[in-house]
């Protein structure tokens, strides 16, 4: 799984935006969709670096695709 770490929630969110996701709810977690995933993403910053890892594979992405987004 890669590392992705130091990213902001709020930047995640953004680049996640970029690639077709748009948030669905907002409470402890952001819950983003495309129609056909579903990610949900910790609103404590930075989120951990597994986490986003894991957050960015769920998606679709690999570790360059995201960081060329944010």
């Not at 669905?24 to 910790?42: A, C, E, N």
């Not at 957050?55 to 992405?61: E, S, Y």
Request: hydrophobic content about 40%.
């Amino acid at each position: 799984m890669p590392k992705i770490p130091g990213v902001n929630h709020q930047d995640a969110v953004r680049a996640l935006e970029k690639a077709g996701f748009r948030v669905v709810r907002q409470g402890k977690h952001v819950v983003m969709t495309d129609g056909s995933r579903i990610l949900t993403i910790p609103r404590h910053n930075p989120v951990n670096a597994y986490t986003m890892g894991g957050i960015v594979r769920d998606a679709g992405l690999n570790e360059q695709q995201f960081r060329k987004l944010l």
